[in-house]
């Protein structure tokens, strides 16, 4: 993706400047500037002209992402502000912060998710003859990730312990896979409870039974059991 403006200055390092504010790029060094008119000096100060200069920046991937989300903040009109910032390893993260920020995350993150999605997708769309390199990209609202993930941990310790202690298995509600994984990762650190996935595409649920258990499910925690933001 490419971003183009127009600057009218006295020098080209001013107008690069300028540039460099308005179109987001690090230096100036990332801009593609074309003269469009060269500065005069005139005489004495007599018939002096600004230079115009046309400057072309081409955006990375996680910054299309941003782009693509502060747009959309802004198109609803949200009071809150979109930051962007390495997360971890090599993914990019993406937060949106605010009083208003809360309407993106939607029921247990399935706006939020849906958002990411997009996100990576316009990361990642190559224009023809772009050379591109993969960018993952995580975007949260308001923390929500983090906040969460310690609600999912502390629902996989809960449920182990009753498995543990009526011997039988439990069935969670239907999670994505960035959900799941976190309570298989919980359920690990238990020792005498296993977990597995079972059901498809976004229906798979996660089952914990005891090491030693081989039979289906045969109990399903009531909903009120599950912590809700």
């Not at 992402?65 to 802004?74: E, G, M, R, T």
């Not at 990411?116 to 990361?123: D, I, K």
């Not at 975007?139 to 498995?163: F, G, P, Q, S």
């Not at 498809?200 to 005891?210: A, C, D, Q, W």
Request: include cysteine; hydrophobic fraction near 40%.
């Amino acid at each position: 993706m490419k971003k183009e403006l127009i600057v009218t200055a006295k020098s080209q390092e001013e107008a690069a400047a300028k540039a460099v504010a308005e179109l987001g790029a690090p230096n100036a060094e990332a801009l593609e500037c074309t003269v469009i008119e060269a500065p005069k000096k005139g005489f004495l100060g007599i018939g002096a002209a600004p230079g115009k200069y046309a400057f072309s920046y081409t955006l990375k991937g996680a910054e299309v992402a941003y782009d693509f989300i502060k747009n959309l903040v802004d198109s609803m009109g949200l009071d809150a502000k979109v930051t962007l910032s390495d997360g971890e390893g090599d993914n990019k993260l993406i937060r949106v912060d605010g009083e208003s920020a809360g309407v993106l995350i939607g029921h247990h993150g399935d706006t939020l998710d849906s958002l990411q999605y997009l996100a990576n997708l316009a990361a990642n769309k190559k224009v023809a003859g772009e050379k591109r390199e993969f960018c993952r990209v995580t975007v949260d609202v308001e923390n929500y990730r983090l906040k969460r993930e310690d609600t999912l941990r502390a629902l996989a310790r809960r449920m182990a312990d009753k498995v543990l202690r009526y011997k039988k298995s439990v069935m969670l509600e239907p999670m994505n896979p960035y959900e799941r994984r976190i309570i298989h990762s919980e359920v690990q650190k238990i020792e005498g409870v296993s977990t597995n996935s079972i059901g498809s595409e976004n229906n798979r649920k996660v089952v914990l039974y005891l090491d030693e258990e081989v039979a289906a499910p045969v109990a399903e925690p009531r909903r009120e059991e599950f912590g809700e933001f």
